[in-house]
């Protein structure tokens, strides 16, 4: 098993994560689990409220990746959950060379991709990605293997598993206190797998998953 390490702690964050979002409903889970424009581009109790790229959000975070794990120029990289490629887009100013690839469930995040990453990018689950085993030198998922049902992440730990040659880091919802768990219940709009922090692990060490990891919840 890897370590569990915040690579995310350069990822900007409001100062109050619990007032920028109304109270949600089951109805308005429904709606942002289509993962369509509502999620992406509606509003904002059902998603992002306006989902468009920002150089403040990835390029610290890309740079920290990069270094941590000492990509190299023509590194392979996959991220799993990339939504419209922002982060590659960081990662292709970062490393002109490398070779990336992104999937993502949504047809609609796709279709509306970043034009400089939109070739690399295709609609997949994380629980069968289409790529050959050892293909990448890293593999990263921020806050999307938990949106599967439990048998699906434990699929989809063990895909990470098998696409990677080298370094992997995924971030998933999680708690470690019952103050935590609370908060993160109360946010959640599309997450259908719930743990704890060291339930998580255990279901990445059944998975056979020996990347790195984090926990997000609102007090992160």
């Known amino acids: 098993m890897g370590t569990e390490i915040d690579l995310m702690r350069l990822y900007p964050?409001?100062?109050?994560?619990?007032?920028?979002?109304?109270?949600?409903?089951?109805?308005?889970?429904?709606?942002?689990?289509?993962?369509?424009?509502?999620?992406?581009?509606?509003?904002r109790?059902?998603?992002?409220?306006g989902f468009?790229?920002?150089?403040?959000?990835?390029?610290?975070?890309?740079?920290?990746?990069?270094?941590?794990?000492?990509?190299?120029?023509?590194?392979?990289i996959l991220d799993v959950g990339?939504?419209?490629?922002?982060?590659?887009?960081?990662?292709?100013?970062?490393?002109?060379?490398?070779?990336?690839?992104?999937?993502?469930?949504?047809?609609y995040a796709i279709k509306?991709?970043?034009?400089?990453v939109a070739r690399y990018l295709q609609v997949a689950s994380a629980e069968q990605l289409p790529f050959e085993d050892d293909t990448f030198d890293f593999v990263v998922s921020i806050n999307t293997i938990h949106n599967l049902e439990?048998?699906?992440?434990?699929?989809?730990?063990a895909e990470v598993e098998r696409v990677c040659r080298g370094h992997a880091f995924i971030m998933v919802d999680g708690w470690k206190n019952e103050?935590?768990?609370?908060?993160?219940?109360?946010?959640?709009?599309?997450?259908r797998t719930m743990l704890s922090a060291g339930d998580w692990v255990a279901l990445m060490n059944e998975s056979g998953y020996t990347g790195d990891y984090a926990f997000w919840n609102p007090l992160c």
């Open 179 to 191: 103050e935590e768990r609370t908060l993160l219940q109360r946010w959640v709009l599309t997450a």
């Open 150 to 157: 439990q048998e699906g992440c434990l699929r989809a730990f």
């Open 13 to 43: 964050k409001p100062n109050n994560r619990m007032a920028e979002r109304p109270e949600i409903t089951p109805e308005d889970q429904e709606i942002s689990r289509r993962f369509d424009s509502e999620y992406f581009d509606g509003d």
């Open 45 to 49: 109790r059902h998603g992002y409220g």
């Open 82 to 107: 990339c939504a419209k490629g922002f982060m590659l887009k960081d990662f292709a100013l970062r490393l002109p060379y490398a070779h990336l690839a992104g999937v993502d469930i949504s047809p």
């Open 112 to 116: 509306h991709a970043e034009p400089e």
């Open 52 to 76: 468009s790229y920002h150089p403040r959000f990835w390029t610290e975070t890309v740079d920290l990746f990069t270094t941590h794990y000492n990509l190299k120029q023509n590194a392979r």
